[in-house]
């Protein structure tokens, strides 16, 4: 079992940068695939991005790619969130997850959930 806890939200003006983390309890960590997801007012949670057990292969929704880095450093048991060129639209309360694979852009794909972080783009 895995505690997944986020931090880095905030508010930013479009155009701006925010990086969010993931914090793990337990010594597993490597052990999960590792994704983000994003929740906006009026919408479905959303796949943002994920990334596999060593952090060798990752995958981006397309609405990020290019903007958004996810990477991890399992000695710290950390999950990272880079954004860049935010946007409005980005705006959202962002969470992280952990799984065993399989699905990687379905929400079901993963075991473990954070509380999420607000992140609010101004224009």
Known sequence: QVQLVESGGGLVQAGGSLRLSCAASGRTF???FMG???LAPGKER????SINW?????YYA??????FT???D??????YLQMNSLKPEDTAVY???AGFGGTIMRSDAYVYWGQGTQVTVSS
């Open 70 to 72: 996810i990477s991890r």
């Open 30 to 32: 490597s052990s999960y």
């Open 46 to 49: 959303e796949f943002a991005a």
């Open 74 to 79: 399992n000695a710290k048991n950390t999950l």
């Open 36 to 38: 983000w997801f994003r």
């Open 54 to 58: 060593s952090g060798g292969n990752t």
């Open 62 to 67: 397309d609405s990020v790619k290019g903007r």
């Open 95 to 97: 969470f992280c997850a």
